[in-house]
């Protein structure tokens, strides 16, 4: 039977909006609550590990998943450095399960265990740990600055505050800052779906010119626009970003770039960066301002800005120790 003439019209046109209709987008959960409700994702998420071998499990989203293989141990504990084993997986009942292409490496996580076969036909059985960054929590020196404590959001332009007492972000510091040290603490959200800078994306640009990249790069390559990244200019010596809804640690020395009297630079700023207490960049010089920064170089002190990409994520014990 053929359809008449209009029928196929609103059809076709039908299509066409359905096509170009937005997409929803991915869900961000904030608590460990809210991600089990969603499912066994979260759960199965994180990092095993024992001796001689680590790995990294990372949700994907519908029913997707990817593990990732280190040899010597998770990364900044252990890891050799050699290439990375990452196998495509899926979620099997309360499980999820993993076997790659030529079929050599397999493997099974399910209730803290990640059991398999890695490419030399090695039976393994990694344990679930939970790290925390050593410099968490850490407490001011003498002659430092707390511009965030959780007691007030005043020391920001626009501070919001959530029912949490954590900052979030899209704000910058009312005071302004040279040549120091600063201490952060961020908390990046569970989104599975989250893709690319899509996935708990911010930043925190000191002097508001050099940004150190704040994203969920949980078990990625560790590129210059992910976690850890001075953003366009340097990726970090290793990537050290832990699953989502850990609290994760920023300890950045920054020394300001230097001009002469007529304006003229004659010194590159350079940034020392420590991603939850693991050293990832060592007086990197940063040749210009980073993408998106709010101020171009020059010789004045500028603030910290805590970047709105579009994501929610939150901050807390922010602390600057001017450089003596």
Known sequence: MKMPFAAVLF?????????????????????????????PDYDLQGEYADAGLGAQVIALGDSKFRLVLHAGGLPGAGWDKSAKTEVEGAL???????????????????GGLLTGTDAAG??????????????????????AKVLFDGTSA?????GKLDDRKFLRCGTKSKDTIGSGTLHI??????????RGQDRGNSGVYLQDRYEVQVLDSFGLKGENNECGGIYSKHRPAVNMCLPALTWQTYDIELTSAQFDAAGMKTKDA??????NGVLIHDKAPVNSSTTAAGLKEGPTPGPIQLQDHGNPIFYRNIWWLPAK
């Not at 991915?26 to 499912?39: D, I, S």
């Not at 350079?270 to 991603?275: A, P, Q, R």
């Open 92 to 110: 099997d009942g309360a499980k999820a399960t993993f076997k790659s292409a030529d079929g050599k490496v397999s493997g099974t996580v399910a």
């Open 11 to 39: 059809a076709t046109a039908f299509a066409l909006l359905a096509a170009d209709a937005p997409k929803p987008k991915p869900v961000a959960y904030l608590t460990e609550a809210e991600a089990r409700a969603a499912g």
């Open 154 to 158: 005043d020391a920001w332009q626009n």
């Open 122 to 143: 090695k039976a393994f059985k990694l344990i679930k740990v939970f790290r925390q960054s050593p410099t968490l929590g850490a407490k001011p020196p003498a002659g």
């Open 270 to 275: 350079t940034l020392t960066v420590k991603h």
């Open 185 to 194: 603490e961020f908390f990046l959200p569970f989104k599975p779906l989250g």
